[in-house]
Nanobody, 121 residues
Framework: VQLQAFGGGLVQPGGSLRLSCAAS????????MHWYRQAPGKQRELVAG???????NYADSVKGRFTISRDNAENTVYLQMGSLKPEDTAVYYC????????????????WGKGTQVTVSS
């Protein structure tokens, strides 16, 4: 299973970006999908998550500005980011929780390589 993240870049404060993370390979089912971020000198933090049933959760710092969604047919998770602030600058990582390669697989977690988001004027 391989993950590839897209969509990072440089954006002005108040702008928007959409991140995508697509999983490829032999995949039967993916449980929860998450986005994390790590700013320079800080610990990696959870930004948002979505369960296989579509239940979402967000860090307080991004509530109302970011929206996580998933396309199960495409094994892809998205993060729509709006009203971006300089403090949102970080490397963003996707994490797929308990990916089953076949029905009776025990499942493994996978991390994407990260995509840089820079919010600056």
């Amino acid at each position: 299973v391989q993950l590839q993240a897209f969509g990072g870049g440089l954006v002005q404060p108040g702008g928007s970006l959409r991140l995508s993370c697509a999983a490829s390979g032999s995949i039967f089912r993916i449980n929860a999908m998450h986005w994390y971020r790590q700013a320079p000198g800080k610990q990696r933090e959870l930004v948002a998550g979505i369960t296989s049933g579509g239940i979402t959760n967000y860090a307080d710092s991004v509530k109302g500005r970011f929206t996580i969604s998933r396309d199960n047919a495409e094994n892809t998770v998205y993060l729509q980011m709006g009203s971006l602030k300089p403090e949102d600058t970080a490397v963003y990582y996707c994490r797929l929780e308990k990916v089953l390669r076949y029905r009776y697989d025990v499942g493994m977690d996978y991390w994407g390589k990260g995509t840089q988001v820079t919010v600056s004027s």
